[in-house]
């Protein structure tokens, strides 16, 4: 026989199946209550009984049967009561599937399990699971079948006259709930290359969680305990994730104070971080042919760039944008700045990257040398320059270069030069340039070398007359001409002698030539003669001598 209480109507259902004995006289239906003895409630002939139990307590019955009008065959005595509930002990995620493992109940009439499982997810509606007469004899279940790894579970025990309650952790069932599955979800920063997961937290155990602890592995290396969180934490964070590497990571909670635990799934994410600029330097900064500068910067070009920009300023302060890098291709990105006035002023650099995710890196700043030249009636030529900036790095030494060959080599704390000319030579443009010698010490410990250039400086020294005041033709010098600085060099020339009547006697334009004497095919008279001449430097600067001398005889 089987008996049920009918929840909510205060009756309980009693059934059983027998053969009738010869001279049946019906159905003794007898019930005992509080541990009391059997008492006999009704007779009756059919195979069900409805009785009145309004306050819905337990009450234990057994039938007997009349037979000859003695009552006998008495039934095995079942309790009205459903089975207890148990609880769920976990539910992990294991090869892919749920699984979920309960305690089993206490009630020993109990014959099987039968799962429900939420549908839809969040709901509150159970259905049995995975099909309404499905029994499981053990004490675990493997949903293979699960279209989602985040499911919630609860349970019925099954008797053969009854099913519990189901496992909803209300009073009546008396069990904490029912259980969830524990799911990883990710987050990739990859600005900050931080990995996030984050999970639901354990529900409905008796205890409560105790604390999750993370597991981690890289690359197929095999699982590292990474961290254990207190039971009011469900993320965690991995910082400093490596490009390209994978990353296999599950969460395990623990049931506090016993021998519990439920796995989460396993979440596996390679690696796709940005991938930041991290070099950036400029090397030189050199003036070429007084009309450009050349830049050239060492730069980490297989980031993940968004901006790359060439700065340039009138000072050391404020920059703009020269120019814009774009497809860069190597390493070492060089640049011509054309149009600048660079006999006239500096010029400072900086390059300036910005990744994908903004950061923004800037190299060093370097600025070109501006070198100054004046001459002097001393056959001196004077230079002066700057010290260049050159951010992070310093001047080892100084080259003087005159006409493209190097002829002095300075200190670095050198700021002037002087150099002295060749009387016979001054007149002649000469061009000089500065080269510093530099290292560069940047603050990650990246050392270069570098020799920049000024911009060139062409001086000439005015041409100089010099003129003797009297001239013996057959004297020491056969000829009379002046003495001219750097005869080379002077682009116009002209020579003339007349005598003291102002004819002319004598015109050259070679600035080798010499009055030898003779005046119109004769010997010239001695007396006094006067000279004019005339010559342009290579400075184009015209200079006019005009004087007398004595011609002796």
Not at 186 to 212: F, H, K, M, P, R
Not at 428 to 449: K, L, T, W
Not at 501 to 518: H, K, L, P
Request: some cysteine; hydrophobic content about 35%.
């Amino acid at each position: 026989m089987c008996a049920r209480i009918m929840l909510g109507l205060g009756l309980d259902s009693l059934t059983w199946s027998a053969t009738p004995c010869a001279n049946f006289g019906g159905y003794v239906i007898q019930a005992s209550q509080g541990g009391g003895p059997f008492i006999n409630i009704d007779t009756t002939n059919a195979l069900f009984y409805i009785n009145s139990n309004p306050n819905e307590s337990e009450i234990i019955y057994r039938i007997g049967m009349i037979c000859n009008g003695t009552l006998g065959n008495l039934s095995i005595a079942v309790t009205n009561s459903r089975p207890q509930t148990p609880n769920l002990r976990n539910v992990s995620i294991v090869n892919g599937s749920p699984v979920v493992e309960w305690d089993p109940s206490s009630s020993p009439e109990v014959i099987g399990y039968q799962l429900y499982k939420e549908n839809p997810y969040g709901s509150g509606s159970f259905f049995p699971y995975p099909s309404p007469n499905f029994i499981v004899n053990g004490l675990s279940f493997i949903d293979s079948n699960s279209g989602s790894l985040l499911s919630r579970y609860a349970i019925i025990a099954v008797s053969k006259c009854n099913k519990s309650l189901l496992g909803i952790g209300s009073s009546l069932d008396g069990t904490t709930g029912p259980h969830t599955s524990m799911i990883i979800s990710q987050t990739l920063d990859t600005c900050l290359q931080e990995l996030q997961i984050t999970w639901n937290a354990y529900e409905n155990w008796l205890n409560g969680v105790g604390s999750y602890d993370v597991f981690v592995q890289i690359d197929n290396a095999g699982y590292q305990f990474a961290a254990s969180l207190d039971s009011t934490t469900t993320s965690y964070t991995i910082n400093n994730v490596v490009d390209g590497q994978t990353y296999s990571i599950y969460v395990r909670a623990k049931e506090n104070g016993v021998v519990n635990e439920a796995v989460s799934n396993v979440v596996t994410t390679v690696i796709a971080v940005n991938n930041p600029v991290s070099f950036n330097y400029i090397n030189s900064v050199s003036v070429v042919g007084n009309d450009h500068i050349d830049i050239e910067v060492d730069w980490d070009y297989v980031s993940d760039l968004s901006n790359v920009e060439l700065l340039r300023g009138g000072d050391t302060s404020v920059f703009s944008v020269l120019t814009t890098v774009s497809s860069p291709t190597s390493f070492i990105y060089t640049h011509n700045d054309l149009g600048v006035d660079v006999l006239n002023q500096n010029y400072y650099y900086q390059f300036r990257t910005v990744d994908k995710c903004g950061f923004e890196t800037r190299s060093n700043r370097f600025g070109t040398i501006l070198l100054r030249g004046s001459n002097s009636p001393l056959y001196i030529n004077t230079l002066d320059w700057n010290v260049p900036l050159i951010e992070y790095g310093q001047v080892i030494d100084y080259w003087v270069m005159k006409d493209g060959q190097r002829i002095d080599i300075l200190p670095k704390e050198s700021l002037e030069y002087e150099d002295e000319l060749d009387v016979q030579t001054a007149a002649s443009e000469v061009c000089y340039q500065m080269r510093a010698n530099i290292r560069i010490d940047q603050p990650d410990g990246h050392i270069s070398f570098a020799q920049v250039a000024s911009n060139e400086v062409c001086l000439s020294q005015r041409v100089r007359i010099q003129v003797a005041n009297a001239f013996r033709p057959d004297g020491v010098n056969p000829s009379f001409r002046p003495l001219l600085s750097n005869p080379g060099g002077i682009q116009e020339y002209e020579f003339t002698i007349v005598n003291r009547y102002g004819a002319q006697i004598f015109s050259t334009n070679d600035v080798n030539a010499g009055w030898d004497g003779i005046a119109t095919g004769n010997v010239a008279k001695q007396g006094v003669y006067v000279y004019l001449i005339r010559a342009t430097g290579a400075d184009g600067i015209e200079v006019v001598k005009k004087g007398s001398f004595l011609l002796l005889r």
